[in-house]
């Protein structure tokens, strides 16, 4: 496949970026996406022009690091994937592709497609957690049995990878789908009940402290999702957080 | 120096119960006053993290990554284990502990194994406790399954996200105290020298990956938990950043590597697709609980198959070779995988592999869909003899289990597995090697510690499925917390260590000096060249099987790549900015002396164990063959300027508790 790459070039935060624009060819449609990008920047380091930076790390799918804007759309045009996982195939020879980093004012670019997502790990310290130490004295683990509904729903909002593609989707850039998947997991489980006014109420507060927008139910996030999480969490975040605040 | 691997006395089930109550401890008071310092946020580096900083010591963390959370244990898939006996199928302490010494060939220390073993329901009772949202069943408790190398079922799952989950229950725990300023939290940073001052890890040298800045850090000890290093071999199925490069930074201040060459090949990966490959992608082991692995009997159904002429569910069931089936019955397709690799290997050396590249095998899901199918069909009250409702029944009975992979399988294969068998071959996984830790996790440099799969102490010459996850959290959140307050207690008047001491000022300029080398290169070859000519060298002779010849060729070629990586690199940009090629850069270059001593260690050990196979020792059906007499033991290397220098100490295994046997899973 021969393709060209429109790809957004950014030396640093403090930089004005432009979109620089790359031919490539003898792409594999077998090749995932970050390998042709593997094979871009040995390109471009031979020919003395400056690698791409992009996040990538396990490139199976899991630890949603990668995080690029391909064709304006999060990780691409396939469903159900991360870019990591995205593969040729889905092109055509002779494509123009755009290449964009996520973009939030919460993720400030470091360098082209490479952002700053450290807002969701300060939203996770503010609430993100059960209160229990290590001791080795917790009570046995099968103490509380948990409906499999339940134990089930829980599941699939803790597969959450936090890449922010619900966020660099969103018109609003808001983080309501990530941070209502990490809530719905705590809430759906006894073990996470006792906290749940001050889980649901401290991150919220922190959400909007980093600067994402509202949510305005487009469901636009739950579209892009690499990990199919359901809108059906931010409804039930909205409802805890309603009980809170009633709770004061 | 002799090695103390400091076994506590007494009888194996109360050594560590002994040895907890015993050592010396530092009071809350006191634990504010004493600084750790942790490389790495895995389920190692993030679970003792968080315990540390509970028990009230002042923490610091490091990751490459952009957050704890992406590092690479969150990739496991399958499970762990626990000896809850929640099946009611005779599991105990004593099995799980029986199981991990057989598994690992009769390499890996008796005591450490044990206390393993012990800790292993802690972990199950913790992570629930912390809303870890493990596999339940209908009346609500945990379910199980099983994996290779064992006859009951003591796995925890969650999916085929297991990993994923537990590290989050960890990043959880972290994130804690990170809120209550007891954990700092340094992303985005790489470790690039230890600093030991007076003969005691003090501190490290650490880079900022976003503004290249160099960075000094003090604290009264130590911890590595970066993982193993399996990227030697270039392609494997660890994460594009895992690296070598803490772990041989101690090594070459003073810290014993133990085992180098006892690596795990996974029998169930993606197979390769071509030379653009830059990772190999795993599929659970829990996978052949359900899937039968075979290839066709006859050659000419393999020339038909590749060539796109034949099918294989055409093939019919006498026209197959389940090969584990036929050479294990005992164990067929959940024999430990060391074993599963080796036949997969013979196979496909035999010219039955059934893709273009000769390399894979089945793994066929048939007979479980319609076992399930009939099953659920029974239950439902439906016709158990209409095939298209049992296929449909059974697919939705595999996707409820197995849906993730089959996914990920159909993404990057582009063939649909609940219609066709997948195909798999043996990738580099795990390393069971590592740095060599005494019983209280403490390397030969006193004050550095190693856990997790950064050390070498549990696996021996081969890991069972599910025991990873488990080690990992044994050690950070049941071990290290408590051993460590014994070498702390001596510290509680040192006060900080101050970051303008000579050492740290050196240690500073060396690294400085390396990294303006690499930029100022201007070479004609980049980083990955190197790392894929020493990814081949390795596979090919330091892979799946081993000789002398290989070996030694290894060793040499190594060291002639290496000399051509200094000569010839070329790494762009500066010092002082985003620079992913540099630290790359220096990552190889720790793996181009690594992979030395990994073959000089492989070509010392004249036996097979395990993952580490010499063609010199097996048995006459091809079997490995243990040289007890003369290798039962630990290879603990010392640095010694150069890999191929280093220096061997051994550390003798005693087996007290249990019987040193052939393995046989036949």
Known sequence: ?248 | MALDSKIPRGPIADKWKNHKSSINLVSPANKRLIDVIVVGTGLAGASASATLAELGYNVKTFCFQDSPRRAHSIAAQGGINAAKNYQGDGDSTYRLFYDTIKGGDYRSREANVHRLAEVSTNIIDQCVAQGVPFARDYGGLLDNRSFGGVLVSRTFYAKGQTGQQLLLGAYSAMNRQIGRGKIKMYNRHEMMELVVVDGKARGIIARNLVSGKLERHSAHAVVVASGGYGNVFFLSTNAMGSNVSAAWKIHKKGAHFANPCFTQIHPTCIPVSGDHQSKLTLMSESLRNDGRIWVPKKLEDVKAIREGKLKPTALSEDDRDYYLERRYPAFGNLVPRDVASRAAKERCDEGFGVNKTGEAVYLDFAAAIDRYGKEQAHIKGLDENNAAIVKKLGQEVIRAKYGNLFQMYEKIVDQNPYETPMMIYPAVHYTMGGVWVDYNLMTTIPGCYAIGEANFSDHGANRLGASALMQGLADGYFVLPYTIGDYLSDDIRTGTIDTNLPEFEKAEASVKAQMKAFVNNKGTHTVDYYHRKLGKIMWDKCGMSRNTKGLEEAISDIKILRQDFYKNVKVPGTTSEFNTELAKASRVADFLELGELFAKDALERNESCGGHFREESQTPEGEAMRDDENFTFVSAWGYNGEPSKAKLQKEQLDYEEIEVKTRSYK
């Open chain 1, 1 to 248: 496949m021969n393709l060209t790459l429109k790809i957004w070039r950014q030396a640093n935060a403090d930089s004005k970026g432009k979109t620089e624009t790359y031919k490539i060819s003898e792409v594999s449609p077998d090749m995932s996406f970050l390998e042709m990008m593997d094979m871009l920047n040995e390109e471009l380091i031979e020919k003395g022009i400056d690698p791409v930076a992009f996040d990538h790390d396990c490139r199976e799918g899991i630890c949603g690091m990668c995080s690029m804007f391909i064709n304006g759309e999060a990780h691409g045009p396939d469903r159900l994937v991360t870019t990591c996982q995205l593969h040729m195939r889905k092109f055509n020879d002779g494509d123009t592709i755009t290449i964009e980093p996520f973009r939030a004012k919460a993720f400030p670019v470091i360098k082209d497609l490479t952002v700053d997502r450290s807002s969701f790990d300060r939203i996770q310290q503010a609430g993100g957690f059960v209160s229990v130490n290590t001791s080795g004295n917790t009570q046995d683990a099968n103490a509380i049995p948990i409906e499999k509904s339940n134990a089930d729903k829980a599941f699939d909002a803790a597969a959450c990878i936090g890449c922010g593609a619900c966020v660099a989707t969103c018109k609003n850039a808001s983080a309501m789908l990530f941070v209502s998947a990490k809530v719905s997991q705590y809430a759906l489980l006894p073990q996470g009940k006792v906290e749940a006014t001050d889980r649901v109420t401290n991150m919220v507060n922190q959400m909007d402290e980093e600067g994402f927008g509202n949510c305005t139910n487009t469901g636009a996030c739950e579209v892009e999702c690499p990990k199919g999480i359901s809108l059906e969490n931010i409804a039930r975040m909205n409802r805890e957080y309603l009980y809170a605040s009633l709770k004061g």
